[in-house]
């Protein structure tokens, strides 16, 4: 929502230069606190994490609604990222308790596709009400639902690393050059964390096989980097359509329908024709990250005026289609390869690295797509000897104003944006690829398996020492 009303915003705020931390700090805390609360619904019921988290959603949205500076609008999202974290995080659980395994994969895939079809319509709605009710009642009206939605669930349910991150990605984020002290602190935080995990907490919150599992490791560093690529599409494609063919802004929001729709398509499909079982889907989850960083390329081919908006719309829906059913192939595979008793944390730290990728791809992403247009603008505006630092410092935070320019300044400005997209979906798309290898890293072996494997060389063992 939040790309293709950031420009009222920011003009609003007065907060040009800071537009990455509108759409950076919700993902920080969503992502943040996953492990958290996966460890939460095994302490507590999962029905009740679902419904306080709804209930700090709608908080957030209100807050943020009512905020009358930057500092305000920030913490009103980090507030809405610590309730969406446990919305989405215990929606996949109780998904895990509520289905059967030849139904989990259409599950899932709804699930997602639920996801995917509020992000178009929320980023379409919002774009079409912005000059109607203005950006404040679009937050507002959000809480409405969130209250309602967790009341529905506390009915219908029946009863049976966070400062690492944050400093990590407040580094990566910066729009002008990137601090080396958050990363190092971050470094520090996150073995400090996971040595505590290990060695000193009686019960800590990601179990010790999970700690422990290559499997999940790989899982979950390669949907970091996969799944950061994929939001550089949701994040960018509208900026795309904004500053570079200058639509309105509720049609630069409808451009991720035909992505989004692929993405519940992709899911649902291979959930319903294909995961039925449980078992391996090694094979199948390769085939979907590798065909993934070839639409990321051509995207970047694409991101021209000259492009015709008809190749633009069919590549951004393959690029749903095939994550989709990568997601859908990937989670599947995650619950083949890891002991069913760590299932509920193993899927909220699935969830959270998912989560991770909106924070990377906001904050990675949108640090080099800034720098690089800053670098673009500048560069491009010294040629013509002109002096423009201040429309600069606002085209950096305002996509629509674009359109507002004439003559060379929306030549530069155009040019400018086309350069900073390109760069942006070629790193995804290499990005991308390298993840396909770290995914190739999690085997095919299941849990089941490996211990059948570990009890027959115990035995062997046994009976040498025995001799």
Request: glycine share 10%; hydrophobic share 55%.
């Amino acid at each position: 929502m939040l790309t293709t009303i950031q420009s009222a915003i920011a003009d609003d705020l007065d907060a040009f230069e800071k537009t990455s931390w509108f759409t950076s700090v919700y993902p920080f805390t969503m992502s943040a606190l996953g492990p958290l609360n996966g460890k939460l619904s095994g302490v507590f019921l999962p029905r009740l994490s679902v419904v306080v988290s709804s209930f700090l959603l709608a908080a957030g949205s209100l807050m943020t609604g009512f905020a009358n500076d930057f500092n305000g609008f920030v913490i009103g999202r980090a507030v809405t990222g610590i309730g969406a974290s446990g919305v989405f995080t215990v929606s996949i659980i109780i998904v895990l308790e509520l289905t059967e395994s030849k139904r989990r994969g259409l599950a899932f895939g709804l699930l997602n596709s639920g996801y995917t079809f509020g992000v178009a319509v929320g980023a379409t709605v919002a774009g079409a009400l912005l000059p109607v009710i203005g950006w404040r009642a679009l937050f507002l009206l959000q809480a409405i639902p969130a209250l309602l939605g967790g009341l529905v669930l506390l009915l219908a349910i029946p009863m049976t690393f966070t400062a690492a991150l944050v400093l990590m990605l407040y580094a990566l984020s910066a729009p002008k050059r990137i601090p080396i002290w958050p990363l190092v602190l971050s470094a520090m935080v996150t073995i400090l964390f996971v040595s505590n995990e290990l060695y000193v907490a009686c019960d800590p919150i990601i179990p010790l096989t999970l700690l422990r599992s290559r499997g999940l490791l790989l899982t979950c560093l390669g949907s970091v980097g996969f799944m950061m690529a994929r939001w550089s599409v949701l994040f960018y494609a509208p900026t795309y359509a904004l500053a570079v063919r200058q639509w309105a802004p509720s049609s630069a929001g409808a451009i991720l329908i035909p992505t989004n729709a692929g993405f519940a398509a992709g899911g649902v499909l291979v959930g319903w024709l294909h995961v039925k079982r449980p078992g391996s889907f090694y094979f199948p989850t390769l085939a979907g990250y590798g065909l993934f960083p070839f639409t990321l390329a051509v995207l970047a081919a694409l991101s021209k005026d000259s492009s015709p908006a008809w190749a633009f719309i069919l590549v951004v829906f393959l690029c749903g289609v095939t994550t989709g059913a990568a997601l859908n192939y990937n989670l599947a595979h995650l619950l083949h390869i890891t002991p069913k008793e760590t299932h509920y944390v193993a899927t909220a730290l699935l969830a959270t690295f998912r989560g991770f990728a909106g924070s990377f791809g906001v904050a990675i992403g949108g640090g080099l797509f800034t720098r690089t247009l800053d670098a673009s603008l500048k560069t491009r505006f010294a040629e013509q000897r002109m002096d423009r630092a201040a429309l600069i410092r606002r085209l950096l935070g305002s996509p629509a104003l674009v359109e507002q320019l004439d003559g060379v300044e929306k030549q530069i400005a155009v040019a400018s944006y086309q350069d900073a997209l390109k760069l942006l979906w070629l790193s995804m798309a290499l990005i991308a690829a390298a993840m396909l290898f770290v995914q190739a890293g999690t085997g095919q072996k299941g849990d089941a398996e490996k211990r059948k494997l570990e009890g027959e060389r115990q035995g062997l063992i046994n009976e040498a020492q025995g001799e």
